[in-house]
């Protein structure tokens, strides 16, 4: 056909679509996969993609204004909107079921594949009890408070004050109290709602021809029996966390003796961390050689007067020095970085695509201290992510898979912590690279990136069987710490029953997140690293690499995160390393130097627990 005349369709078809966009139809008396025209799918997701992007951004907005304001005002607009966007997803999955794909292009047959994706609710009614479970769940997650015995009337948050006791704590009776306090505060209120958002994900699920929830969950991976490949990379890596595990508990002994057992599981509140998922807050009683420089740089920030702007701007340096984007001005304009005092706010961090323009943000309680650092250029990455795949169509607008968009910013904050990085930043003196340095550093690596592995893994083992209906209401629990143990080696400090409901006080079970994305992306990252270090010529092992100002590392990732969803992530990883498929190797290697190191140490110690 001539241009012309393909303009002229085209413009007269797109007319045609508008008008009949959602409540009239020239396709609502067709029957499913009835529509094989190529070029009247293109026109109508086109259109669909323009008005889309109008609807999400004015949820995107109300999520964002209830999770910065935690008032009813605000849970009912979001609601409201949700409700609406609700309607209008169902008839435009409706509408895309008519197209026959079979013979369109790759790219046209992609976006109905995706925008097909998930599950679907239905009734009006199962919609609004779906989005008053989740936001019940969710505001008794994030307004909590646990109080100290009377006389005292003080009251803590999670954020900032039981995690820094779980943080900073070296008393075992406080810990306890602080552990168990926050289970108590919210696992029940949760768990009394649990099973009710499960049955309506699943009802879900089942409309959409899913087995049940696990199914869509694992649908974003688009790889054939991903649970088994799951399954060998943890086993791939077992032997390092199990050397980590006797080691960490050998020095848990020493502290606090006979409460720790040389051969058992470990208790779950000594780690340093309300969940035992990172350890590295515990890095001071694990050192290995304490005369070094530390490498944690916490003291040094708060005595140079860091700012938590002065965070983020150093995040977004990273970024830029590579020849990324940077954050736009509305970014630090609208962003919540700090806990505001007069309101209630969802203090979980996290980042926020609004959908429109390069409206992008953060909302995050910012500590000034290394693991907010850290999390500073985890969220960032996120960001990076949305700004960099904003020209492709809103359905590409996504990780390649979920795990790829945790790992963005992990993967340069792989770099960050490097001395080589950290002393030019003057945040660390530096300079000397000892094997015994090395080793400090590592170890404190594993205790943030081995020692999160199982506990990454179990997180979605636990939800998965629970939404196939193998794990019911009455052994929620019980099956968690027995997962908790498997994997982990850790266990409840203090008898736990059936009333207790202790995956509720995991940010990620009540506001419904999956979690296997970060087991995946915490092996996919060092793959990134290893490729992107190699794009920049580094030479020497590499834990030691720093990619800052490389250009050729910067070309190498951009690339990939232009992609967006628009191929499996299998291209996408092809893209950035060569490789098509999830490896340890990477992650392994980059270890080598402290494995070998832990499993002289653990001579004559148990490996393993009972
Ligand atoms: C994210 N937040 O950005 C999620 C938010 N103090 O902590 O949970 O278990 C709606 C929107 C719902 C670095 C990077 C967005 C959910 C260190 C990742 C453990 C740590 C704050 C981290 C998702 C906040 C894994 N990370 C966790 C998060 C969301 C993790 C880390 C982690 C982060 C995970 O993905 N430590
Ligand atoms: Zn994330």
Known sequence: METWKMTVWLFVLSIICSINYVSADIENEVEDGSIDNEVLAKVWLAELNTRLIEKNNELAIANWNYETNMTDHNSII?????????????????????????????????????????????????????????????????????????????????????????????????????????????????????????????????????????????????????????????????????????????????????????????????????????????????????????????????????????????????????????????????????????????????????????????????????????????????????????????????????GFHEAVGDTIALSVVTSDYLSKMGLLDGGEFTKNHDIDFLLRQALVKVAFLPFGFMIDKWRWDVFRGITTPENYN?????????????????ERTAADFDPGAKYHIPSGTPYIRYFVSFLIQFQFHEALCKAKHHEGPIHRCNIYQSKEAGDKLGAMLRMGASRPWQDAMQEITGQRRIDTSAIKSYFEPLFEWLKEQNEGETIGWE
Request: aromatic share 12%; with cysteine; hydrophobic share 35%.
């Open 78 to 402: 979001m609601n409201t909107i949700s409700l609406e966007l609700h309607d209008w997803d169902t008839e435009v999955k409706k509408r895309a079921r008519k197209f026959n794909t079979e013979n369109f292009s790759y790219k046209i047959k992609r976006m109905f594949q995706l925008l097909l994706q998930g599950g679907e609710l239905r009734d009006d009614q199962q919609v609004r009890r779906y989005n008053a479970i989740t936001t019940e769940m969710l505001s008794i997650f994030a307004q909590a408070k646990v109080c100290r015995d009377p006389p005292s009337t003080e009251c803590l948050s999670l954020e900032p004050d039981l995690e820094s006791i779980m943080a900073d704590s070296r008393d075992y009776d406080e810990l306890l109290w602080a552990w168990k306090g926050w289970r108590d505060a919210v696992g029940p209120p949760i768990g009394e709602l649990y099973p009710q958002y499960v049955e309506l994900r699943n009802i879900a699920a089942r409309n959409t021809g899913h087995n049940d929830e696990s199914d869509v969950w694992l649908e974003n991976y688009e790889e054939e029996d991903f649970e088994a490949i799951l399954d060998e990379l943890f086993e791939e890596i077992k032997p390092l966390y199990r050397h980590l595990h006797a080691y960490v508990r050998r020095k848990l002994q020493d502290r606090y003796q006979d409460r720790v057992s040389a051969t058992g599981p470990i208790p779950a509140h000594l780690l340093g961390n309300m969940w035992a998922q990172q350890w590295d807050n515990i890095y001071d009683i694990v050192r290995p050689f304490p005369d070094l420089e530390s490498v944690d740089i916490t003291p040094n920030m708060r005595e140079q007067d860091y700012t938590v702007l002065q965070m983020f701007h150093i995040a977004n340096n990273f970024f830029t020095s590579l020849g990324l984007r940077g954050m736009p001005s509305s970014f630090w304009k609208k962003s919540m970085l700090v806990k505001p005092r007069d309101r209630e706010v969802i203090c979980h961090g996290s980042a926020h695509d609004m959908q429109k323009g390069n409206d992008v943000r953060i909302k995050m309680c910012t500590q000034i201290d290394y693991d907010d650092f850290y999390t500073v250029h985890h969220e960032m990455g996120h960001c990076e992510y949305y700004l960099q795949y904003r020209d492709q169509p809103l359905v590409f607008r996504a990780g390649a898979n979920h």
């Open 478 to 494: 019980s099956k968690w710490w027995e997962l908790r143990t498997k994997y982990q080696g850790i266990e409840a400090p203090v």
